[in-house]
T-cell receptor, first 114, second 111 residues
Framework: AQSVTQPDIHITVSEGASLELRCNYS??????LFWYVQSPGQGLQLLLK??????LVQGIKGFEAEFKRSQSSFNLRKPSVHWSDAAEYFC????????????FGAGTRLFVKA | NAGVTQTPKFQVLKTGQSMTLQCAQD?????MSWYRQDPGMGLRLIHY???????DQGEVPNGYNVSRSTTEDFPLRLLSAAPSQTSVYFC??????????FGEGSRLTVL
């Protein structure tokens, strides 16, 4: 069965510092992996996605993520965090066809301190 | 371009009442789904549909019904609301490359 684990409920980083949010998944086939961001009171926006090929994927707002099959991980990174990055981040695993549900992790809330 | 439209945005119900959350998409996506979002639990899949006439259960289907008579619409029905169904509900449709497009959410309170 599909599952996603985000071990960190919340993380606090200083503005300008680097960021890494962890995500581990369980999936019976080659996964489609996603990171979504939700700002307070808002809907969810796609940051980036991995389907195949290069294991380092670039997304919007300067985010990137690396797929590591051996570790079943898809960690999100950003070299320098901005105050506007404060939000909740969700990792998800799914597919592109009807047979593959999209399942989300519990989320990591990012706090940015000045 | 409307994308995914959910109504209502806010609703207060009494225990035992019924209601339907409406969801419509104009992107011709085959896959649609409903999630509920609760603090500390992320988004949990309630039901999903892979096309008109086809629905299936997700992670937390109890207490909810769905139907899919057209590609565009995917309503979520609460037949007898319970306080445990107090949540924020999101409808989403999925494109051919797997990306989900979300509605703005519906905040439901059951007293």
């Amino acid at each position: 069965a599909q599952s996603v684990t985000q071990p960190d409920i919340h993380i606090t980083v200083s503005e300008g510092a680097s960021l890494e949010l962890r995500c581990n998944y369980s999936y019976g086939a080659t996964p489609y992996l996603f990171w979504y961001v939700q700002s307070p009171g808002q809907g969810l926006q796609l940051l980036l996605k991995y389907f195949s090929g290069d294991t380092l994927v670039q997304g919007i707002k300067g985010f990137e993520a690396e797929f590591k099959r051996s570790q079943s991980s898809f960690n999100l990174r950003k070299p320098s965090v901005h105050w506007s990055d404060a939000a909740e981040y969700f990792c998800a695993v799914g597919g592109d066809t009807g047979g593959f549900k999209t399942i989300f992790g519990a989320g990591t809330r990012l706090f940015v301190k000045a | 371009n409307a994308g995914v439209t959910q109504t209502p945005k806010f609703q207060v119900l009494k225990t035992g009442q019924s209601m339907t959350l409406q969801c419509a998409q104009d992107m011709n996506h085959e896959y649609m789904s409903w999630y509920r979002q609760d603090p500390g639990m992320g988004l949990r899949l309630i039901h999903y549909s892979v096309g008109a006439g086809i629905t299936d259960q997700g992670e937390v289907p109890n207490g909810y019904n769905v139907s899919r008579s057209t590609t565009e619409d995917f309503p979520l029905r609460l037949l007898s609301a319970a306080p445990s169904q107090t949540s924020v509900y999101f409808c989403a449709s999925r494109s051919g490359n797997g990306e989900l497009f979300f509605g703005e959410g519906s905040r439901l309170t059951v007293l």
